[in-house]
């Protein structure tokens, strides 16, 4: 396993606190160090303030000035190397909806899935 310094960092965007800790918990256990916010405007500060995140793990809705939606096109418009995983209990998203290199998963995911596809991202 990588220590903690060679892992990739994946930041956690949910709304929803138990679901956030689920989501630190499936981002770990992919071997992976995780980063959280509550909803787009704090992801868009951590995102402004850090070079090293390589990887944002978002839902969709959320309150605040914008969605997971609109927090996945202004990443690939702003921080274009970010791979992108998108979630949503709500919503189904067509991948040719997505910004590019984005990933959509509906909730319930499967948490194999979500690894595979993390781990293939971050390759």
Not at 38 to 51: H, I
Not at 63 to 69: C, K, L, T, V
Not at 78 to 106: K, M, N, T, Y
Request: charge should be negative; include cysteine; hydrophobic fraction near 50%.
């Amino acid at each position: 396993m990588a220590r903690l310094a060679d892992k990739q960092i994946v930041l956690v965007v949910e709304d929803e606190p138990l679901l956030r800790l689920m989501a630190v918990d499936l981002v770990e256990d992919a071997g992976f160090q995780a980063l959280c916010a509550a909803n787009a405007d704090e992801a868009v500060v951590m995102l402004e303030a850090r070079t090293d995140i390589r990887m944002v793990f978002t839902d969709i809705d959320m309150p605040g000035s914008m969605d997971g939606m609109k927090l996945a096109a202004a990443i690939r418009g702003r921080w274009p190397p970010i791979e992108i995983i998108i979630v949503s209990g709500h919503r189904a998203v067509d991948q040719q909806d997505l910004p590019e290199r984005s990933r959509f998963f509906q909730k319930p995911y499967n948490s194999r899935e979500i690894i595979a596809a993390m781990r293939e991202m971050a390759a």
